[in-house]
């Protein structure tokens, strides 16, 4: 079956700091790969996604990079902000189910 | 134009009470789910419809029946209610394949008291 294994938080870093959130999965065949996330009190956005090994996402600041030989989709954003505090999703969709890892909790303290 | 708008926001009822969420997509998507969050954060999928015919179904007490009277609409109806149903209940919408991204509601917080 298809899994997402993401870092637990929470994670509380101070504005301009480097964040990195590490996720794997473990799927039959080629899945995509998605970061969602949830800001307080509202549904999941998708923040970025890849569809094929090597494949890089990016949007607002943030990257991803589909590595097939590691299984993983790690989340990395060079300098955070206070507005990226949230709760973020590793997500993968394989067979057309959508599963996602746990969530990791962020703070970022001015 | 709320893409995937989930009716109601708030939703506080007692135990053994029958209630419904409704959901509406304006995005014109074939598929549609039902997502329960728990007070961790944990996203677990309940069911999932593609043109009006249910393709997952997620070990959900026979209690929760969703319904999907066209393509843009999926509701969920819950009877007896119990403690545990407490938890925020999202939709979400797709268009059917394996590289398409999910559109989510705003959630619906379900308190059983």
């Known amino acids: 079956g298809n899994s997402v294994t993401q870092m637990e938080g929470p994670v509380t870093l101070s504005e301009e700091a480097f964040l990195t959130i590490n996720c794997t999965y473990t799927?039959?065949?080629?899945?995509?790969l998605f970061w969602y996330v949830q800001y307080p009190g509202e549904g999941l956005q998708l923040l970025l996604k890849a569809t094929k090994a090597d494949d890089k996402g990016s949007n607002k600041g943030f990257e991803a990079t589909y590595r097939k030989e590691t299984t993983s989709f790690h989340l990395e954003k060079g300098s955070v902000q206070v507005s990226d505090s949230a709760v973020y999703f590793c997500?993968?969709?394989?067979?057309?189910?959508?599963?996602f890892g746990a969530g990791t909790t962020v703070t970022v303290r001015a | 134009d709320t893409a995937v708008s989930q009716t109601p926001k708030y939703l506080v009822t007692q135990m053994g009470n029958d209630k419904s969420i409704k959901c509406e997509q304006n995005?014109?998507?074939?598929?549609m789910y039902w997502y329960k969050q728990d007070s961790k954060k944990f996203l677990k999928i309940m069911f999932s419809?593609?043109?009006?015919?249910?393709?997952i179904n997620e070990t959900v007490p026979n209690r929760f029946s969703p319904k999907s009277p066209d393509k843009a609409h999926l509701n969920l109806h819950i009877n007896s209610l119990e403690l545990g149903d407490s938890a925020v209940y999202f939709c979400?919408?797709?268009?059917?394949?394996?590289?398409?991204?999910?559109?989510f509601g705003q959630g619906t917080r379900l308190t059983v008291v």
């Open positions: 979400a919408s797709s268009q059917w394949g394996d590289n398409t991204e999910a559109f």
């Open positions: 419809y593609n043109n009006k015919e249910l393709i």
């Open positions: 799927a039959t065949g080629y899945p995509s």
């Open positions: 995005l014109g998507h074939d598929t």
């Open positions: 997500a993968l969709i394989n067979d057309y189910k959508l599963s």
